[in-house]
């Protein structure tokens, strides 16, 4: 089994930065690809990024030029930087992984999940 759990959430301002961690731990060698979703209250979960084993990422349109995801394969961890945060993107955020691919922008097609952290913009 994989486990993921997500850090680095919190309150900020509008306009600031926040950077989530995200750390894998055992059968890693099963993880593929990882990525971001995020649920706002009474939404549903929603793909934000994601970043295959080799490098290639891909994001939603809302946070494209704001968020950028990266990945560390030799300490198991991946990252979100959250830049010029808005009020819209207060959610929880949640790691995901894909055994063999890139994960899927629809979250039930993602095997391993982490717990989510919080993430809170005033206005």
């Known amino acids: 089994q994989v486990q993921l759990v997500e850090s680095g959430g919190g309150l900020v301002q509008a306009g600031g930065s926040l950077r989530l961690s995200c750390a894998a731990s055992g059968r890693t060698l099963s993880i593929y690809g990882m990525g971001w979703f995020r649920q706002a209250p009474g939404k549903e979960r929603e793909f934000v990024a994601a970043i295959t084993w080799s490098g290639g990422t891909a994001y939603s349109d809302s946070v494209k030029g704001r968020f950028t995801i990266s990945r560390d394969n030799a300490e198991k961890t991946l990252y979100l930087q959250m830049n010029s945060l808005t009020p819209e993107d207060t959610a929880v955020y949640y790691c995901?992984?894909?055994?063999?691919?890139?994960?899927?922008?629809?979250?039930?097609?993602?095997?391993?999940w982490g717990q989510g952290t919080q993430v809170t913009v005033a206005s």
């Open positions: 995901a992984a894909h055994p063999s691919s890139i994960v899927r922008r629809t979250p039930a097609e993602n095997q391993y």
